[in-house]
């Protein structure tokens, strides 16, 4: 068989010239052009009339051959996991959808069956979709199709299973029903129910339409097709890696977020615009835009910049009428850009059931601000975070961590990859996380995201030796993953001894960098970041010397690079908490109870602010550092010496008072604000000055009330309020005190103001209780202020139906402080409430004792406040010889009063110890 | 062993007749590996997929990095000759079995779908393509390149120095020239609801 020789140029023969010719003029002129071109060759004729036919028949057998052949693939009984199909139901740009039942035979459940043929599937891609139908598994909600399964097909195809929707298109449904305007919103609604149970379960649909909700016989909606969509859309670094770019085919453009349209990340904010499309659709019965071309540019114009007219505007609808508000809410949830949307789907829901309802609708209010912050000085964004999240978890973090190992590997080398790996150590895992707290319930999410974070970082960090950008990238990665794996938000779910494991590798690759580059200051920074996030998390793993060990050391790195040249004011600052936060560990209660080490690293961290404001007075966290700073400091002193803390808090009042408007109004330094104005009341109240004190803690507490109210949900805002009314009552307690106060004529008006705080207290305590279920302090708090209240009812003479209160919450604060974890907190709260539980037979006198006992141990004998309430223990118990004694190294704590202080509480009572001895 | 694959496969492009059964027992057995593979598929295995084995296996072969561009041509060509013998061999061992049963039908390509892998067609196209041979062997030379090895049109373009217009128009009329040897009654088709 000799090869086949290749003309350069083939010459048809005549037959097959002809031939050609033939097929390319129309049908019905064929037989005209044949007659003339044959001329009356017969042969000729016969033969090209034969080959048109077989060439007619040939396409069309074939093309019935690969349709019968598709349908073969698929034929009844054709096995799929567990699954039996029995019909084709549709077929889509993904592959085919069939009906199918489980074959068990245990029960008839009507399954729905897609096929996605992928002949070119990877094995990274079967590992996003994997991860992703774990994640779909868990979306159980009676308005969501359920995912069942899913998995591969013998032959190769993935496959998922969900329940079988029997019904037709919410707009169909609509339609068919003549539905009214409220019946609509109705629908609507539950709608917005099921997407937003997926929200919170880090779920986007990005393919919300009519076509993907089918309303059953019975009204009930079931939305479809969660998570298919996502298995394609690429990111970033899918296009870098060669996946193929599919993104503009897998959404339906009608119904697509401009972000959609522009490839920008999709997060929940596009579900919500997707959502207004299809309330107005419901209730206008046309698209609020119409698309003709389908172009890209022609999407970009309609859907990023043309605005929507009002739905009420070009409504079809015969027997309803769209009102303003209506439209508002709709072109609210159409707005172009994310953030001027609703923020939640929920939101979106509120406002419909307000206006079903006949409330006012917050779409009409104009712009209000969310105002967002915390008291730390680590600000996150827990909204922008929100948003962040459910972009990567669709991206899935693991893919994108899997494309940066592709990228390492296979591209250029440093570009893609440290780009991904910069991304997600600086923001997507951190805000990440912040995103999954926010989000009740997502514990599970969080595990799985930690696993194969880890996973893959390891498989990275086996690659990476000797590169030295690639290294520090690895170590943030960790140092974010330590950060994770140790701030735990649902109790018991931290894991300290992983996060201490990530942190160390982390250590370990920076270290490798600074022992290469000495002057390395970005491996420095890397480096001392690390260290300082272990001696965190050694903290909460209750090892205060390894913590003050590795603070220590984070600390000497930053004055490594401070040394250095190219100091900036955001280093210093950086290099300052660090000093802070060492400072904390010093000043622990149950830890080194130094307070003049801790105080020392405050003056050094103020030092730092100072140094930063010289390099740049306009930057703002240096002008704010200061005041936290003498708070801290304050702070270190008011149990023992409260004149000098006054000054501390008068300076730091003084530092916020110095602000600029604008900062001033800022929620931070709003509750800055107030927290200075409560302890330097505080203070007053300590030196048994209630007259300046009251007005203080009065203002304190209108600013703090205000931001309750201001938001419901704030917890931190009601543990502020709880703590002043605590501080305020613990004034009005000690104004009637005998011991402490001079004038026992004012004693049943103090008493009587002292129980008023408490009462509030208590209510806010509550408050605190609902929001943050199965957290046990704020149970011992109602406890404490329980006790105190008693005691104060009883001096006052209304002993009846307090005695049985106080002693369900005498059992309360046993059952917590006699735990074997309890902190000196947990202990001062039982004790100083036990002390003074009336009447005096509910006091378990020995019990006390031992628990005063474990405070005093647990502070090394290093707090002069623990020692007080052992001696009042003592005392009480009629051992004041023992008293006496423990009251003495309890004063011999105390600094010398400078002359001119007003003695302090602490003192008085310790004093009042001796002289009844 | 690879060296005298060069110098065959040489010879063979210079039109020595012998070369090529001298040729086939050193490349059959490791074509037929990657055949197995594609039957086993039993379905279009992605030209992707076909094309980069073949090439794959045409490195190992010449033991060397990279190819010079006619002897990949060359050994394209004779790798869907090769393909093609294995293709009949397997439908000739099915064919007692294939029989009357009620065996997938697994078409060749999805342009060439009335032929299945393993069937009697499969055993019937060979008879016409040598038939076709003898008039028109550059198209069965595309036939072979296209639905036997998987080349994409462009890629059999690529490898016959043509145009894919050229591939898919010559295509368009082999396919016609073959179903009409194989099926003697194509009006039958047409009719056919």
């Not at chain 1, 904390?584 to 080490?597: L, P």
Request: proline letters at 5%; a negative charge.
């Amino acid at each position: 068989m000799p090869p086949n020789p290749v003309p350069p140029d083939p010459v048809p023969d005549p037959a097959e010239r002809i031939f050609h010719d033939l097929l390319d003029v129309p049908r019905d002129q064929r037989e005209a052009t044949l007659q003339r071109r044959c001329a009356g060759d017969t042969t000729l004729m016969a033969e090209l009339r034969s080959l048109l036919e077989a060439c007619e028949a040939e396409e069309l057998f074939g093309s019935r051959i690969v349709r019968e052949a598709r349908s073969a693939a698929a034929h009844p009984g054709r096995l799929i996991g567990p699954y039996c199909l029995d019909s084709l139901i549709g077929r889509g740009g993904m592959g085919a959808v069939y009906l199918a039942h489980r074959d068990d035979g245990q029960f008839e459940q009507q399954v729905a069956i897609k096929l996605i043929d992928m002949p070119l599937a990877t094995d990274l891609f079967r590992e996003r979709f994997r991860l992703e139908r774990q994640i779909l598994a868990g979306l159980v909600h009676p308005y969501i199709a359920h995912m069942l399964d899913g998995g591969v097909a013998e032959t190769g195809e993935l496959y998922l299973a969900m329940d079988f929707v029997d019904g037709v298109s919410i707009q169909r449904f609509c339609e068919e029903n003549s539905l009214s305007l409220r019946d609509r919103l109705a629908l609507f609604l539950k709608v917005c129910g099921a997407v937003q149970f997926a929200h919170q379960n880090l779920v986007i649909h990005r393919d919300l339409k009519p076509d993907n909700i089918l309303v059953a016989a019975d009204g009930t909606p079931r939305l479809l097709d969660f998570g298919t969509a996502k298995l394609v859309v690429p990111t970033d670094s899918d296009a870098a890696s060669g996946f193929t770019q599919l993104g503009l085919q897998a959404f339906t453009p009608q119904y697509a977020s401009p972000e959609q349209v522009l490839g920008d990340p999709i997060t929940t904010a596009s579900d919500i615009y997707s959502l207004g499309v299809l309330l107005y659709l419901l209730l206008a019965r046309v698209l609020p835009y119409e698309l003709k071309e389908f172009t890209t540019a022609e999407m970009l114009r309609v859907i990023c910049t043309d605005v929507p007219p009002k739905p009420s505007s070009v409504a079809t609808m015969s027997h309803f009428t769209i009102d303003a508000d209506l439209d508002a809410i709709i072109l609210k949830a159409l707005r172009k850009e994310p953030q001027q949307r609703y923020l939640t789907v929920d939101q979106f829901a509120a406002d419909i059931q307000a206006w079903i309802d006949g409330r006012p609708v917050s779409a009409c209010r104009g712009n209000w601000s969310y105002i967002a912050g915390k008291f730390v000085r680590r600000n996150k964004v827990p909204l922008a975070a929100a948003a962040l999240l459910l972009v990567s978890i669709m991206a899935g973090i693991a893919g994108v961590l899997w494309q940066a190992h592709v990228a390492n590997r296979e591209r250029q080398r440093a570009e893609a990859r440290s780009q991904d790996l910069r991304q997600l150590s600086n923001s997507l895992l951190s805000e990440l996380d912040q995103a999954l707290k926010d989000i009740p319930g997502s514990t599970g999410a969080q595990k799985l995201l930690v696993s194969r974070v880890l996973e893959h970082l390891d498989r990275m960090a086996a690659d990476a030796q000797g590169d030295r950008q690639t290294q520090l990238d690895l170590a943030r990665a960790y140092t974010s993953l330590g950060g994770v794996q140790g701030d735990a938000y649902e109790q018991n779910a931290a894991d300290t001894p992983g996060a201490l494991k990530s942190l160390g590798k982390a250590i370990a690759l920076a270290q490798a960098v600074v022992d290469a580059h000495p002057s390395d200051t970005e491996a420095l920074r890397v480096l001392a970041t690390a260290v300082e996030d272990r001696g965190e998390v050694l903290t909460t793993a209750g090892n205060p010397e390894n913590s003050i060990a590795a603070l220590k050391s984070a600390v000497q790195t930053y004055d490594r690079i401070l040394a250095l040249p190219g100091v900036t004011a955001p280093l210093l600052l950086e290099a300052s908490t660090a000093n802070q936060v060492l400072g904390d560990e010093y000043c622990e209660d149950a830890g080194m109870a130094d307070n003049a080490a801790g105080i020392a690293m405050y003056r050094r961290s103020l030092a730092m602010d100072e140094r930063a404001l010289s390099l740049d007075p306009t930057y703002m966290p240096a002008r704010r550092g200061p005041g936290y700073m003498h708070l801290h400091i304050g702070n270190a002193q008011i149990d023992e010496d409260s004149p000098r803390a006054r000054e501390e808090f008068r300076i730091a009042l003084k530092v916020v008072e110095a602000l600029p408007a604008q900062e001033l109004a800022k929620l931070n330094t709003l509750r800055l604000h107030a927290v200075l104005v409560r302890k330097i009341a505080v203070a007053l109240a300590d030196v048994g000055d209630y007259t300046t004190a009251a007005p203080l803690f009065a203002q304190s507490l209108a600013i703090y009330r205000k931001l309750a109210e201001a938001d419901p949900k704030d917890t931190r805002a009601f543990g502020d309020l709880k703590r002043v009314l605590d501080d305020a009552a613990t004034a009005s307690e000690a104004a009637a005190d005998p011991v402490l106060a001079a004038k026992p004529g004012q004693r049943q008006q103090n008493l009587q103001t002292a129980a008023a705080f408490l009462q509030e207290e208590a209510a806010t305590i509550r408050k605190l209780i609902a929001l943050q279920p199965g957290n046990d302090d704020p149970a011992q708090e109602v406890a404490n202020v329980q006790v105190r209240l008693g005691a104060i009812q009883y001096a006052l003479g209304q002993p009846a139906e307090t005695e049985a209160v106080s002693r369900a919450a005498i059992a309360v604060l046993q059952r917590i402080a006699m735990k074997s974890n309890a902190s000196p907190r947990n202990l001062d709260l039982s004790v100083s409430a036990m002390l003074r539980a009336e009447p005096a037979s509910l006091r378990n006198r020995q019990q006390i004792i031992a628990m005063a006992e474990r405070g005093v141990a647990l502070t090394h004998r290093k707090r002069a406040y623990f020692l007080l309430e052992l001696a009042q223990a003592l005392q009480a118990d009629g051992q004041p010889k023992q008293a006496d004694a423990i009251a003495r190294e309890g004063i011999a704590l105390l600094d010398p009063p400078r002359p001119g202080d007003p003695p302090t509480r602490i003192r008085k009572l310790l004093l009042a110890v001796l002289i009844t001895h | 062993m690879d060296g005298e694959i060069t110098v065959l496969l040489t010879k063979w492009k210079d039109g020595e007749p012998d070369a090529f059964d001298q040729l086939v027992p050193l490349v059959y057995p490791r074509l037929r590996e990657l055949a197995a593979s594609y039957i086993r598929r039993e379905r279009d295995p992605g030209v992707m997929q076909a094309t980069s084995l073949v090439h794959e296996l045409y490195l190992r072969l010449l033991g060397q990095k990279k190819a010079d561009w006619t002897d990949r041509a060359h050994f394209y060509t004779f790798s869907a000759k090769i393909m093609r013998m294995i293709l009949i061999d397997h439908a000739r061992g099915n064919h007692a079995q294939r029989r009357g049963g009620h065996a997938e039908h697994v078409p060749l390509s999805d342009d060439m779908a009335w032929v299945g892998i393993g069937s009697v067609e499969m055993i019937e196209l060979s008879r016409a393509l040598d038939e076709f041979a003898a008039i028109d062997p550059t198209k069965v030379q595309m036939v072979e390149l296209r639905y036997f090895l998987g080349c994409t049109a462009d890629e059999t373009a690529d490898l016959m120095h043509l145009s894919k217009a050229t591939i898919d128009r010559d295509l368009k009329y082999a396919r016609a020239w073959l179903f009409r040897r194989i099926q003697p009654d194509p009006a039958a088709i047409l009719t056919r609801p």
